[in-house]
């Protein structure tokens, strides 16, 4: 995607459990309030391919902002280091939640951004984290998770308000079918505004062009697969243009 020249794009510093969290955030430079999109990276940090995807959100319109779940900017390289970064918020999903909004209220404070219109993504741990964050209360026009983890906190129907898009790869082997009927029914029983996309031949991380790569390399089972990676863009812009636009 060749982004429009109007994208501006920075590091953002802001606290959060009284650690030092480093985000990124991207927007077109015009004086238009724009929706505010949050975006959570995979268990690798925030890298270069979360501040991808926050540019792109850019430019179709949005403010966009890629949280720090990790503080101080700490990236990983391998699946042990990633475990040990982002275990904590797994293991304390009120925590998680706490991280998620100091990086939300980062971003209702731009200048740039309609507080009224407000939505996250996230990408497999990230995609995790924002189901965590609405199931556990938070109140967004929209959240999509993008091959994210289903086990996380109980949904409550108190809590979760939120419309949820999930993008699924069918052939998740980090995801069994056991979790994937198990989520979709709890969300079935008390009633929550969702829509469950699943991905013919896509596997865990199928939006990740170095998934592949990355996969073959470290000896876990992730790659990429165009084709849902498209559909999954597509899918959440649809989405996006009904509950933001």
Known sequence: ????????????????????????????????KKPGVLVVHEWWGLDDYTKRRTRELADLGYVAFAVDMYGQGKTADNP?????????????????????????????????????RIAAIGYCFGGSMVLNAVKLGDSLQAAVSFHGGFKGVPADK?????????????????????????????????????????????????????????????NIPIAYNAAADTASWNDMKVFFEKHLD
């Open 1 to 32: 995607m060749n982004l429009t020249d109007s994208v501006a794009a920075k590091s953002v510093s802001y606290q959060a459990l009284g650690d030092t969290m480093v985000g990124y955030v991207a927007f077109c430079e015009d004086t238009e």
């Open 80 to 116: 042990e280091i990633a475990m040990a970064l982002a275990g904590p918020n797994y293991q304390d999903p009120q925590a998680a939640k706490q991280r998620f909004d100091a990086a939300l209220a980062q971003l209702k404070a731009l200048p740039q951004v309609d507080t009224n």
């Open 158 to 218: 108190e809590l979760l308000k939120t419309p949820v898009l999930i993008c699924h790869g069918a052939e998740d082997a980090n995801v069994p079918e056991s979790e994937v009927k198990a989520f979709r029914a709890e969300l079935d029983e008390i009633g929550a505004d969702y829509v469950f996309k699943e991905y013919p031949g896509a596997t865990h991380a199928f939006t990740n062009p170095k998934a592949t790569e990355t996969g073959q390399k470290l």
